[in-house]
């Protein structure tokens, strides 16, 4: 359990933030570093930005990360059919990984970096999350779901992204997505913690931008609107899926907060089409940073392009 002072910070020792990693080789080629501006995604460029496409799952449960398709020759079909723009026509793909793998197994943590940065060299940015605390299996399911990060050393969110900013602190192509869906803890105290990670993370990687869930499960975001966090680069991230985000709920959920924060979608079930139709369409009325399905692997097959889904892709992504 995650134990906090006084003042607010946790009372766990934890790694040095201050201590210099060096970052692994970045990829030759890769889309221009994203930043916040107001309530909006922008590169470098000052061009505004919307993360559309998909999450694929398996790396946060399958250690190899089987959907990825990754080839010993270091290529990915499934990267391919993302970015391909008579399929999915993505330029974006959330990345969910296991907390306790990456920060015990090197050869993982190479598994991850080969991927983000083949998805870099295609133009597709990276939502790196953090979805599951232990590596295995546990039932009930929320039990691998982390309520909030957690701090010190061993298999806590702060070792994972101690380790991980550093190393991927020059990727452009990156964002930091602290943990997936947090829950059953207040959400003053979610602030709190999410506001300590993010203070760490500007240390280590103070251009790279920071996704923050909402309370309860990420149903919401509109805790935030009247108490955003401190940060340059902070987006905030909302799940809708039925019957618990029904399109009536969408105002309170997300697009209030769109119209002062920067605010993503960065998990949605797809199954119903007419779901899916009026969540992308809100969204992109309420100026929502993008969306991402959930997931391939686990409901969406790759080949699943002709679906309502891609077509909203195929026709909102510049090709």
């Known amino acids: 359990m995650l134990l906090f002072s006084a003042c607010g910070a946790p009372d766990v020792p934890g790694p040095d933030w201050s201590s210099q990693v060096e970052p692994t080789p970045a990829p030759s080629s890769s889309p221009p570093r994203l930043h916040v501006d107001g309530a909006t995604l922008r590169d470098a460029n000052g061009n505004e930005v919307r993360l559309r496409g998909l999450n694929v799952c398996s790396l946060e449960f399958d250690n190899a990360g089987a959907n990825w398709q990754l080839q010993a020759d270091g290529g990915s079909p499934l990267i391919d059919a993302l970015v391909d723009p008579l399929r999915w026509n993505a330029n974006a793909v959330r990345m969910p990984v296991n907390q306790e793998w990456f920060v015990t197994d090197d050869a993982y943590v190479a598994r991850v ?187 969406i097959s790759a080949d699943d392009f002709s679906s309502p889904l891609g077509e909203r892709l195929r026709a909102l992504n510049p090709p």
Request: hydrophobic share 40%; with cysteine.
């Open 113 to 299: 970096e080969q991927l983000i940065d083949l998805a870099a060299t295609r133009g597709l940015y990276v939502i790196l999350d953090v979805q599951w605390e232990k590596g295995e299996r546990t039932e009930p399911y929320q039990l691998n779901i982390l309520k909030q990060p957690t701090f010190g050393f061993g298999n806590t969110t702060e070792a994972f992204w101690h380790l991980a900013s550093g190393r991927f602190s020059n990727r452009d192509n990156l964002l930091i997505d602290v943990i997936n869906e947090p829950h059953d803890v207040a959400a003053e105290q979610l602030a709190t913690a999410m506001q300590e990670m993010l203070d760490r993370l500007a240390q280590r990687a103070p251009d790279t931008p920071v996704v923050i869930g909402g309370p309860d499960w990420a149903h919401s975001v509109d805790f935030f609107r009247e108490k955003p966090l401190r940060g340059k680069n902070v987006v905030y991230a909302a799940h809708q899926y039925l019957p618990y985000d029904p399109p009536e709920k969408f105002e309170t959920n997300f697009e209030r907060a769109a119209q002062t924060l920067p605010v993503l979608i960065a998990e949605f079930g797809s199954e119903d089409a007419t779901y899916t139709t009026t969540l992308i369409d809100r969204a992109e009325a309420a100026g929502t940073e993008g969306f991402l399905s959930w997931a391939i692997g686990c409901g």
